[in-house]
């Protein structure tokens, strides 16, 4: 009988155990809740779809006044209109060559400037035919000495679904990760004692040549490379840096650029990729490239510099 | 505690821990897993507004053909994109140098300090889950540079749908887990329950058993094992059930011969204690009278004397070595006709000797005779006056038979199983017949002897009377008795 007691009692204790611990063991299940957790940053599409309610003026076409620009037959002035369409040929050529023209002396013909003849000389939506013989409209902007705005585009423009648009932007985005970093210009330039981006074999305090194109790693990038976006880089620098005018210690803080930071958006058929330039000499400077997401190429550049 | 106790109870703790371990485990992978990816999209998410705010304030400044916009600017982008957030599952809120820009939201949860702090001095995004106004956030932070500037951007996304998903599983799991496991024990404690009948049955008919109820048997019933195990039970029953009827029966026998030798051998002793001490103390003695008393005397002797020597002779032929060599059936029995003559003057009696002509036989002489002459004195005993005892032998290829008759009172069933047994002595009739003696030591020296000549002996009687003697041996056979008779 007692032995039966026993059994019963304990018999219960263990059921009672049984059914409590089953009920309490959500109790002590992790909740995840009140926990700090860093994290590595998203490589998210970083370009954003704007459905454009106004008119997007970009540098320098925020100023263009078309009503006072006039094409001048001034000698001083044709010099100039020259010079800028040599210069807007050498870009196409090197930047945008599926973009060349078939007669290589009319960009000089199409420019023209405010009707004072002084400020920045313009070609907008200058209709040619390309060395394919596929019609072509460019815009340009020259500007003591140096192109300020430069954009290609073919006459027949497809329109893109927001699909496509979100896809072509997802393998920009990716191609942009791919050329981070800091890119530096070509040219002899001044190294400074204890300068961290010293390339190897540079002694400190000398000027030194620098070939090419480097990122901070010191990768050699060149303009036949497979990205488009280290293509143009590729050839873009060199050509700002080309002027023999410029003191190269200038012209390589001037267009030493960083890569790590951009916005892009999508407007008017173009991805317009807004690069942020270092600054050494605190000038304010702002670089807008567009990309062409259909032929897969950068298609023109607009440089704001103070 | 009982077997079947136990098992139950072992069968509920395990269901239960099993059941338990195996839901909890799925319960908990799912759940990390769900809240693994509900951060990965709240940081996805937080990721795709910086952005989106990104490209709102690069699309105002180009709207506004500006170089970059001033803080204010900015600071008024951010509150329009944190207003046009409100109601959203996501919310947002906006930080410069650790004070908010964009107004106070009571949509957004109060930030951890800690959580604030870590966010604020690393560069890396942070996201922790806090409880707010009875629901559950995802909070990440990050920072974003704008303009130039560092800001900081808070983005919470309600995750109260997984946490009240979560408790309602949980919830589920601990109804089924129970109910489940009290179930499935309860089917295992009704199973083992009827598994274990048999072996309670067993018990039962092995302590009936071990009570001396040997003729009971176990039910084979159950499993293959509890059938086995009564099966097994069952044959050692009847082993013991066998062993004690011999036992009891060896027992009886003995018993009834020691009454028999006491009384046997009371008998001529306290004859010859008579004759003698009248012999002893009676002064005069005539001549008649000491001759009869002597004949007494000598006549009890002889009977002692013969009881004696049947039972060395039983013990012989027990032991000794036998001398064996091929004899002729036709003078042997001769001989033991003419020996047993004297047997057969006080009924009359007539030996009738039917011979088979050329049959020999392979035996020991002395103790092959000794065999026919207890049969033929058992005959002669068990006959009337004036019946023939009719002896025959004959041959096939293989085997000699004998075959010995007497035409006299016959025997039971019960006494022919019994008659070759040692000590049996059942009917008094048959033990002392006109001073012959027999106290069951005849037949059973015969059947002794039979058998060390590797032969068989047979008793019969028919109903009409009379009992027969058959004895077959085998014409060949070894002297090591390797080959046995069948």
């Keep these: ?306 | 505690m009982k077997l079947w106790l136990k098992v139950f109870l072992f069968s509920l703790t395990f269901m239960v821990l099993a059941v338990d371990i195996v839901a909890y485990t799925i319960l908990i992978n799912g759940f990390s897993t769900s809240v693994t990816r509900e951060t990965d999209q709240a940081l996805t998410h937080h990721a795709s507004v910086s952005t989106m705010v990104s490209g709102q304030i690069l699309y105002e400044r180009l709207r506004q053909s500006k170089l970059l916009l001033t803080f204010e600017e900015v600071g008024r982008v951010l509150k329009e994109t944190a207003e046009q957030r409100r109601g959203n599952e996501t919310v947002i809120s906006f930080y410069y140098n650790a004070e908010p820009i964009s107004g106070s939201d009571s949509a957004m949860p109060n930030i951890d300090p800690d959580f604030s702090r870590e966010v604020f001095e690393n560069d890396q995004p942070y996201s922790v889950i806090i409880d707010y106004n009875d629901k559950s956030f995802i909070l990440c932070g990050s920072h974003l540079t704008l303009e130039g500037s560092d800001y900081v951007i808070f983005t919470a996304s309600d995750v109260t749908q997984v946490y009240t998903q979560h408790a309602e599983q949980l919830q589920f799991v601990q109804i089924v887990s129970l109910a489940s496991a009290g179930i499935i024990a309860t089917i295992m404690l009704l199973f083992i329950f009827l598994s274990l009948k048999p072996l309670s049955e067993i018990n039962h008919s092995i302590r009936r058993i071990a009570e001396g109820d040997y003729s009971l048997r176990a039910r084979e019933t159950g499993s293959q094992e509890f059938r086995e195990l009564a099966g097994n039970i069952n044959i050692m029953a009847e082993s013991i059930e066998q062993n004690v009827t011999e036992i009891q029966r060896v027992a009886d026998g003995r018993k009834r011969f020691i009454d028999s030798l006491a009384h046997e051998m009371k008998t001529p002793l306290t004859s010859i204690m008579g004759f003698a001490d009248i012999l002893r103390i009676k002064r005069s003695v005539t001549a008649k009278e000491r001759e009869e008393y002597g004949s007494i005397i000598v006549e009890e002797t002889k009977r002692l004397r013969s009881l004696s020597g049947k039972l060395l002779e039983l013990s012989s032929a027990r032991n000794l070595p036998l001398d064996f060599c091929e004899l002729d059936a036709k003078s042997f029995f001769s001989e033991v006709c003419i020996a047993a003559k004297p047997l057969l003057s006080d009924k009359q009696l007539k030996i009738s000797c039917r011979i088979q002509k050329g049959t020999t036989f392979r035996a020991d002489p002395e103790l092959f005779k000794s065999l026919l002459y207890n049969v033929i004195e058992n005959a002669v005993k068990a006959s009337r006056r004036k019946q023939i005892i009719t002896i025959k032998c004959w041959h096939d290829t293989d085997r000699v038979f004998f075959n010995i008759t007497d035409q006299g009172i016959g025997m039971t069933p019960e006494e022919i199983e019994n008659a070759a047994d040692l000590f049996y002595t059942n009917n008094p009739s048959r033990t002392k017949q006109k001073g012959g003696i027999n106290l069951g030591i005849g037949l059973a020296l015969c059947k002794e002897i039979a058998a060390r000549h590797n032969g068989i002996m047979d008793i019969s009687s028919p109903p009409e009377g009379g009992t027969a003697i058959s004895i077959t041996l085998l014409k060949k056979w070894g002297d090591d008795n390797e080959t046995k008779h069948t």
């Design chain 1, 1 to 306: 009988m007692k032995r039966n007691i026993l059994n019963i009692t304990l018999s219960a204790v263990l059921i009672f155990v049984l059914i409590a611990g089953s009920l309490l063991i959500p109790r002590v299940l992790p909740q995840y809740k009140n926990q700090v957790t860093a994290h590595e940053a998203k490589d998210t599409a970083r370009f954003k779809y704007i459905n454009a309610t106004d008119t997007l003026d970009i540098y320098p076409w925020d100023q263009y006044a078309p009503d006072s620009y006039t094409r001048r037959q001034n000698p001083m002035i044709e010099g100039t209109f020259l010079e800028a369409g040599e210069l807007l040929l050498f870009h196409i050529s090197d930047l945008f060559p599926q973009f060349l023209p078939q007669d290589e002396d009319i960009f000089a013909q199409s420019l023209y400037t405010e009707s004072d003849g002084s400020g920045t000389l313009y070609i907008k939506d200058y209709s040619y035919n390309n060395i394919d013989g596929k019609s072509c409209l460019l815009n340009a902007a020259y500007e003591y000495g140096t192109l300020i705005y430069i954009r290609c585009r073919y006459s027949a423009q497809k329109e893109l679904s927001k699909a496509q648009i979100n896809q072509a932007g997802k393998a920009l985005t990716e191609n942009l990760r791919n050329i981070n970093g800091w890119l530096y210009a070509d040219g002899s330039v001044y190294m400074s004692p204890g300068d961290e981006f010293l390339p190897e074999g540079v002694i400190n305090g000398d000027a030194a040549e620098i070939s090419g194109l480097f990122m901070a790693d010191y990768s050699l990038i060149t303009p036949e490379s497979k990205n488009p976006i280290s293509s143009f880089f590729a050839s873009f620098l060199p050509l700002l840096a080309a002027p023999p005018e410029y003191d190269y210690e200038i012209i390589w803080k001037e267009y030493e650029m960083l890569l790590t930071d951009y916005s892009v958006i999508y407007y008017d058929h173009y991805f317009i990729i807004n690069v942020d330039t270092l600054n050494y000499s605190d000038d304010q400077s702002a670089l807008y490239i567009f990309f062409d997401p259909i032929i897969g190429q950068i298609v023109g550049y607009s440089h704001h510099l103070l």
